[in-house]
Nanobody, 117 residues
Framework: QVQLVESGGGMVQPGGSLRLSCAAS????????MGWYRQAPGKERELVAT???????NYADSVKERFTISRVNAKNTVYLQMNSLQPEDTAVYYC???????????WGQGTQVTVSS
């Protein structure tokens, strides 16, 4: 079993920045993909960014050039640096850990990000 604990959400004005963190604990195996998804009110959960244990990253088109995902494998931690935030980025952001070999997903409890003036 894996537990994911997120931190770093909050409220920010348009154009501002936030940094999300997610620490994984428990039975964390080396080869995994960690990432962030978000869900806005009335919308489906969507991919924001993912990063493999080999540091290969992938971004949704809507956040490219604004968000940066990174990870520290030794700490089983993934980060999401969000710059130039816009009101449409408002959502609950969920941390995800995925094992491709076994096709198992783990989710964090979510952290609210609100972008408003």
């Amino acid at each position: 079993q894996v537990q994911l604990v997120e931190s770093g959400g909050g409220m920010v004005q348009p154009g501002g920045s936030l940094r999300l963190s997610c620490a994984a604990s428990g039975s964390v195996f080396r080869f995994n993909v960690m990432g962030w998804y978000r869900q806005a009110p009335g919308k489906e959960r969507e991919l924001v960014a993912t990063i493999t244990s080999g540091a290969i990253s992938n971004y949704a088109d809507s956040v490219k050039e604004r968000f940066t995902i990174s990870r520290v494998n030794a700490k089983n931690t993934v980060y999401l640096q969000m710059n130039s935030l816009q009101p449409e980025d408002t959502a609950v952001y969920y941390c995800n850990l995925y094992y491709p070999i076994s096709d198992i997903n783990y989710w964090g409890q979510g952290t609210q990000v609100t972008v408003s003036s």
